[in-house]
């Protein structure tokens, strides 16, 4: 199932515990999104589209492998960290010495979604 952006929003909404846009506004989660397609997009050899985002008209994101499961956890990473640079503002005397949230796992997931592209390459390096 190809999902679109007002899907993808709704389901990160449900993952960030946010369902009546309290937290997150609409076009926050947009760019986490946006920004998650760009991350996967550099392990991924063919171009991803989420049809209403950027005027794509159709989703390709779930065709050889399912990876809007993916493109969802590294969104909702961008979204907290996003929360966590507000707060920080709020309360850190110097918001520029934040350490980023990382998450191994999802870089794990990143590097086998790369793996999977390269080991079905026809071009090289293979």
């Given at each position: 199932?190809s ?7 709704t389901?990160?909404?449900?993952l960030?515990?946010?369902?009546d846009?309290a937290?997150w506004?609409?076009?926050l ?7 998650a397609l760009?991350?996967?997009q550099?392990?991924c050899?063919?171009p ?11 989703s390709n ?8 499961p993916?493109?969802l ?5 961008q979204?907290l ?16 010495k934040?350490?980023p949230?990382?998450s191994?796992s ?5 590097e086998q979604?790369r ?10 390096p293979y």
């Open positions: 199932m999902d679109n952006l007002a899907t993808l929003t389901r990160l909404q449900v960030l515990d946010d369902r846009a937290i506004s609409g076009a989660l947009e760019e986490c999104l946006r920004r760009a991350q996967l550099r392990v050899p063919v991803l589209a989420i049809a209403g985002l950027d005027g794509a008209l159709q994101l779930d065709q050889e492998i399912s990876l809007s993916l493109l956890q590294l969104a909702q990473q979204a960290q996003q929360r966590q640079v507000q707060r920080s503002e709020s309360f850190h005397p110097d918001p520029h934040l350490m949230l990382e191994a999802l870089q794990e997931q990143l979604v793996r999977y592209f390269l080991q079905r390459s026809a071009n090289s």
